[in-house]
């Protein structure tokens, strides 16, 4: 069986990485700005709607916005 736990948001690293603003994922998303600050500091999961829409507009994968643990 597999154990997954999601783990640190990596969204603002990714937006850094990019030259992104969150304004600008904000406007690109319409995603409320409270909830990408949320994402970022920890205090809330992205449903997988959100999590799909930012990974289209920053042109990455799903998986590629949280660190994942994974056990076997």
Request: glycine share 4%; hydrophobic share 40%.
């Amino acid at each position: 069986m597999i154990y997954l736990e999601i783990g640190q948001c990596l969204l603002k690293e990714l937006l850094d990485k990019r030259k992104m603003t969150q304004q600008q994922l904000v406007d690109l998303t319409g995603i409320d700005k409270s909830q990408l600050s949320g994402y970022i500091s920890n205090t809330r999961k992205m449903s997988l709607t959100n999590a799909k829409k930012i990974a289209l507009v920053i042109k990455c994968n799903i998986d590629d916005l949280y660190e994942w643990k994974v056990e076997r």
